[in-house]
């Protein structure tokens, strides 16, 4: 069914949704730096810019693509992010009165026609009327009809991007058969991007992979999967630097040097493979860590080696890291990939299945000095847990219903 709801796979990210033309001028004139997305059960185009009063393409072939208007902070970004955010413009815009037909036209200026979407709990899709039209939008609409995101972090080069949000959304309909609380609640989401070129300063986005902290949100209505975390958990916090929000403003980040964030970056994730020596070289000893559900916020190197490095060390052997992509803008840096290692202890509550395990990671980092001062980690949870042959959301659906929210 064609409506408003269509898009909402990147509104649920933190880049779109149905906001007030009062939202949007004081979003992008006066806190330009931040997305805040709206998405209603209800169509409504109270507030939002009409079809009508929206710039068009000029030509016999393109008159009738919708062009975003960018802010000229924003002229000289990176590639791949430059997209991402001319296709939020869109979601934003224009895209909850476009039929089908006229979407596919929009978002084709940004996203390939091969282009290939990932994704945990959710269906994934190959091409592109696949992710426009169907997928894991009906999905989501039924559970959470009523949402709002903000970005924390937004950055890139001209093949990758990432970004890390929180949203707030009001849980009412049931999700992979988990019942609803029908309430508001919070979650952690992520997104990698990679893009292709097709010419000067131009290019698409062909692959995305999105994960939510689904352990952090069931914990939080009270269906925890994992036990108990030693750390705090929950609360996950933007850059604590005046970087921008979300971190960083490419004008800013394009100052700093991304080769040698880089390089620690690069060591800081070794570190999850090899000793705890190798690891503390790499990172401040006031270090704040933002980990996922069942593992917690670590605040100094001695929690972090204590509560996050050694359990997964003690639990894992002959452990490597597949990187899938690593990458920087200025001294922010992203990681994807997957943790290996055969398991032989208990690691977040699960006990040693001694199998070969691959635990799928989304990583970022802020770096200072050549040491890591911030970092953003999600693991795919219920991938693990199909891994030692468990239903991750079998075990929400048994877990008692009984808590508050923990905002």
Known sequence: MENDYQVFEHEKRGRSGKVSAQAAAICFGLCAFMLVFWRS??????????????????????????????????????????????????????????????????VGQWLAPEFIYKTVGFPSSEGLAAWCLSGEESQYRTAFPTSAFSQMLFFGDDTHATTTSYGNAHWVGDLFGVPAPKRWIYFRVTDFYLARKTGDNTGLIHWNFMMIDFADLLRRVGRPVLPKAHLPEGLVLTAAANDGVPAP???????????????????????????????????????????????????????????????????????????????????????????????????VGQKASHRLIGIRFAMHWRITDGLVKESWAIFDMPGFFQQLGLDFWELARQAPSNSTDFL
């Open 41 to 106: 059960s209800t169509v409504s185009a109270q507030g939002l810019q009409h079809p009508s009063n929206v710039e068009l393409v000029a030509g016999s072939n393109s008159s009738d693509l919708w062009v975003p208007p960018v802010l000229p902070v924003y002229k000289n970004e990176p590639l791949a992010k430059s997209l991402i955010r001319k296709f939020d413009l869109y979601l934003m815009n224009r895209a909850t009165f476009d039929a089908g037909p006229q979407k596919l036209r929009n």
């Open 249 to 347: 403003l490419s004008v800013v980040a394009a100052q700093r040097d991304s080769k040698a964030a880089k390089a620690t970056a690069k060591a800081a994730l070794d570190g999850w493979a090899r000793d705890l020596e190798h690891h503390g070289k790499w990172w401040h000893s006031d270090l704040t860590f933002y980990g996922p559900g069942g593992i917690g916020v670590a605040r100094s190197i001695h929690e972090f080696h204590k509560h996050v490095l050694k359990p997964y060390h003690d639990a894992f052997s002959n452990r490597t890291v597949e990187t899938e992509m690593l990458f920087c803008e200025g001294n922010y840096c992203g990681a994807y990939g997957k943790l290996w290692g055969h398991h032989k202890g208990t690691w």
